[in-house]
């Protein structure tokens, strides 16, 4: 078949995924209603913990599971029996990928080269890359090559390098998490775009909202690039946020957190470098660095990755921590965004809050160029081995997931269930996402679902070595904490009205009391479940 039937064939499969009918949904919650008991939950999950990290593609983690090459001198990985397989890598597109059989295939990477760089993963370059649901053009449109000065391993990758992908034996221990618990290789970014689009999707489902009147350029004249008709598809700062580097907007509209404050549901975010390096003139300094395993230390925060600055009801502007431990997740000068270092310090003393969003410092966040995946196993892993010693244990639920790509090849188109028709568009053609003519509240520059994203469950109530295929996307995350605790919808277009269900993860009618310890370091089993 020639590449212009392959291209017409392909335009088919594309309009028919444009026009799927809309993913099943969980029925609403009535059980508490007006209620507003943090202990009244839909399901027996009581504390649900957010670990959010930051760009990656499934493929890219996830691609060849359950399989990895164990090379000798790197952490060994071998599936339990009976371990299902996931949408990954299969011969086919290794031998004869779209993106080029031989000159861009897709290719292993070892442990040694755990650090890369950054990948082209904005809101236009993504959708030219899935190019018609073709997913031929990555190189082209998301690769960024490795200088030779950093990355002399990878810069002879040149712009192959955004076909790579790790294995069990780089990222060993979310391997082993989805061993022993809950993984979906159908789960999405809720549209296309960089971080603080995913953030803000996580928070609400809804980045069509900008405020005009808290708008600001920053010196390089790129707003534009940021905001497209009043939607966020870039990495602007928030508006409420002291500790600003480039353009800046608010939003308009409810996020879960209002949800949860409507309902006396205690919740934080809790971000790592949110502690203020010094303060001046009452204007927090964000200057704080942690260091990699490498020993490079980075900045810690970032503030565009905090989707609850970009709202006046949910921001703590200027950095105020919580006037003791027990205030945290709830009312207080803090207003539920805290530093990283309050989480544990309130889970030790037993004041948990019910919904808790972990951001890492950006050393530990996974995100290329200033983490890696064994630095990101470090966090993640001294996280759940804590989170597993608490009495709460056993009627939590952790949900690790990531805010973007980061341009990293992905061979699944998710269905398009929200078009759009913008000159930030590219999709289906140039200026085009289908026709735009379905778009949630008519609000464009919201493509979507966005490329295919990695998701684990760790939980007593996970189901064991379990893949999940039904579709799901960031909202996902909050309409299952809407549906737990009876919160109701953001409404306003957010996606929440249409995403998919996450409980297939789970089995409610069986828990689990064992605990799975890893170690942090190899991502290795320490201490199997029983």
């Not at 029996?81 to 000159?103: D, I, K």
């Not at 004249?221 to 990495?235: H, S, Y």
């Not at 493509?447 to 998701?455: D, E, F, I, M, V």
């Amino acid at each position: 078949m020639n590449r212009m039937n392959l291209r017409y064939f392909t335009a088919l499969l594309l309009a028919a995924t444009l026009v799927v009918a809309l993913p099943f949904r969980v029925a609403a919650n009535n059980d508490n209603q007006g209620g507003g008991n943090p202990t009244k939950t839909k399901t027996p999950i009581k504390y649900l913990v957010v670990i959010f990290q930051e760009n990656e593609s499934f493929d890219h983690y996830f691609g060849t599971y359950p399989n990895a090459v164990n090379p000798p001198n790197e952490t060994p990985f071998f599936a339990r029996p009976n371990t299902p397989s996931v949408n990954g890598l299969n011969n086919a597109l290794v031998v004869n990928n779209p993106n080029g059989p031989t000159t861009n295939a897709p290719f292993r990477l070892d442990p040694s080269q755990a650090y890369t760089c950054d990948q082209n993963h904005g809101y236009t370059p993504e959708q030219q890359a899935f190019d018609s649901g073709l997913m031929d053009k990555f190189p082209e449109f998301t690769a960024k090559a490795c200088a030779s000065s950093t990355y002399p391993s990878l810069a002879p990758y040149g712009t192959r390098i955004v076909m790579g992908y790790y294995d069990g034996n780089t990222t060993t221990a979310l391997w082993n998490y989805a061993q022993f618990f809950a993984m979906s290789d159908n789960f999405h970014g809720t549209t296309f775009g960089p971080s603080a689009v995913g953030a803000v999707n996580l928070a609400s489902g809804m980045t069509g909202n900008t405020d005009p009147a808290h708008t600001k350029d920053d010196a390089y004249g790129d707003l534009a690039f940021d905001v497209v008709n009043g939607t966020m598809i870039g990495d602007p700062d928030p508006w409420y946020e002291d500790c600003v580097a480039y353009d800046q907007t608010s939003l308009l509209g409810q996020n879960i957190g209002d949800l949860l404050n409507a309902k006396h549901v205690s919740w934080g975010w809790f971000q790592g470098g949110f502690t203020p390096s010094a303060v001046v003139n009452g204007v927090a300094q964000c200057n704080t660095t942690t260091n990699r395993l490498d020993g490079t230390a980075e900045t810690a925060y970032a503030g565009y990755h905090n989707p609850f600055q970009f709202y006046a009801t949910t921001n703590n502007q200027h950095h105020i921590p919580p006037k003791n431990v027990e205030e945290v997740g709830n009312n207080g000068p803090a207003n539920h965004i805290y530093d990283l270092s309050f989480f544990q310090k309130a889970a030790v003393a037993g004041n948990l809050p019910s919904v808790s969003f972990l951001k890492a410092a950006r050393a530990q966040d996974g995100h290329p160029a200033n983490s890696s995946p064994l630095d990101e196993q470090v966090f993640i892993v001294s996280t759940i081995n804590m989170l597993q010693s608490l009495p709460q244990w056993n009627e939590m639920a952790v949900i690790i997931a990531w805010d973007d790509s980061d341009g990293w090849y992905d061979h699944v188109l998710g269905p398009i269930v929200n078009q759009s028709a913008t000159t930030a568009d590219a999709l289906s053609g140039p200026g085009a996402c289908g026709t735009g003519a379905n778009s949630l509240a008519g609000i464009q520059a919201r493509c979507g679902y966005g490329p295919r994203l990695p998701l684990v469950v760790v939980s007593p109530f996970a189901k064991e070595n379990f893949v999940d295929g039904t579709v799901t996307d960031q909202s996902s995350i909050t309409r299952f904490i809407e549906d737990n605790w009876g919160l109701g919808r953001i409404g306003g277009g957010s996606y929440d009205a249409i995403s998919g269900t996450l409980t297939n993860m789970f089995d409610f009618t069986h828990q689990r009391f064992g605990k799975v310890i890893l170690s942090p370091s190899t991502g290795r089993v320490v201490v199997p479940i029983q």
